[in-house]
């Protein structure tokens, strides 16, 4: 593999670059997770379609508890 930084060739199974010590590993495996991620979230961004009235009504409900609990405790004091 080639070094991003500077383009000295190393080993493919070097961690960092022999010539100027780039990490050479991580960016290659960064490249992977980053196209791993990003089927994950395209598949979240359409099950969030689906679920947009549920998250408002989540937020709802917990806007509702926190009013619920604040006139409690002011009728309290
Ligand atoms: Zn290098």
New binding site residues.
């Given amino acids: 593999m080639y ?6 060739e ?1 080993l493919d199974d070097a961690r960092f ?6 990490k050479l590993k991580i960016e290659r495996k960064t490249t992977y997770k980053t196209t791993v991620d990003e089927t994950v979230n395209t598949q979240q961004t359409s099950q969030n379609s689906n679920d947009g009235s549920k998250k408002w009504i989540y937020i709802g409900c917990c806007c509702l508890s926190l009013i619920i609990l604040w006139i409690v405790g002011t009728l309290g004091v």
């Fill in positions: 070094c991003p930084n500077c383009g000295a190393n670059c022999r010539k100027c010590g780039s």
